[in-house]
């Protein structure tokens, strides 16, 4: 049976694939891509320094709001029987089947027709909107749309041409059925793209009205082609001090000799007392390197967050977890991230810490977008452009 009405997790969106299904489903979208890998295509940011602010002058940017959800391809596929069938693929390479009757995204030629062989990248986002929680799909780049390639292609034409035969056709059809909408399991909009200089509007204009919890500002470069994994055209700003590292937590508890109770209950070997924290490490990811995983840092858990840790009644060890420096220069865990299959990599790990040490304000992005408009005017003002 379908679930028809919005999803109420954007965590589970659906019914995640296993077995058979998934290994088949993985592989359909390596070979859309022509990727002998079968691991999660979506490109990945690398964190905004200093030297970006120079680098926002010499090419050209769009910025958008970095959306403080869930990171999801849409993958637009058919069934054995030939019908229409959508997955949501996060960054664990998990493929969540969308059970709903009711989502369809028609072709421009016909609303009946849907497409196949599609591949979007958006955010998954709760937003709250007359005291109940909306869920949104933003869109915001394209990898292939019914079997045609056009991660070559420059951002802004990826972006027109999801718009053209995606997003528009599908917003034609809520304006002729406008009541079909309350049965979506999410609804879908593309992400506002700005111009790289328009800083002061996404301050001053965009965040504040969002709703949706927001993560800073993401910047992509206008005429870069989509890339697998890591993208230095993709920036990722964040005000210094929200700058977070997300690595694996490891903990360490003392071996204590039994006590009288102990002896009394009939414990009599030392054990391991999982009530005191000894030590908690952050270790970070080393890719194909062995060991795998190395010791970044040690991370500061006071008494009173560990008894709320150990209330929760999860799982701690070995936990990716998301971890900012507080103003003695220690690292704390805000909050666990298991949307993510490893920790950051030791080079994200290294990009976040010059990025917290060059500091780039809001205001220092304010103060550079004069510069950056009169380069991308110049630039753009050529014979050719």
Known sequence: MSQEGPIESIAEPGIRATGEVLHTMRNEVAQLLNRHQRSFPGAQPVSFTRSHLEELKKEDYFVCEKSDGIRYLLYLTEDEFGKEAHYLIDRKNEYWFINSKSLHFPTPQSVQSFHIQTLIDGELVMDMEDGREVPRLLLFDCLVIDGKNIMERPLDKRLAYMKDHIYMPYKRLFQEFPDELQYQPFEVLMKDMQLSYGVE????????????????????CRTSSYRHGTDPHILKWKPPEENTIDCRLKLYFPTVEPDEDDIANGITDPYTDYHTLERAEL??????????????ADAYISEKEFEELISLGDPLNDRVAECYLD??????VSRFRDDKPEANH???????????????????????????????????SKPGR
Do not use: C
């Open 201 to 220: 509007m996404m301050f001053k204009d965009v965040l504040p009205i969002l709703k949706h919890g927001n993560d800073g500002l993401i910047f992509t």
């Open 283 to 296: 270790w970070a990811y080393m890719g194909d390197a062995q060991p795998r995983y190395q010791k970044y």
């Open 327 to 332: 103003e003695l220069g220690r690292w704390r």
């Open 346 to 380: 030791i080079s994200t790990l290294q990009s976040v810490i010059r990025s917290i040490k060059d500091g780039v304000t809001e205001q220092d992005l304010l103060n550079a977008a004069k510069g950056v408009k009169d380069a991308w005017k110049a630039r753009n």
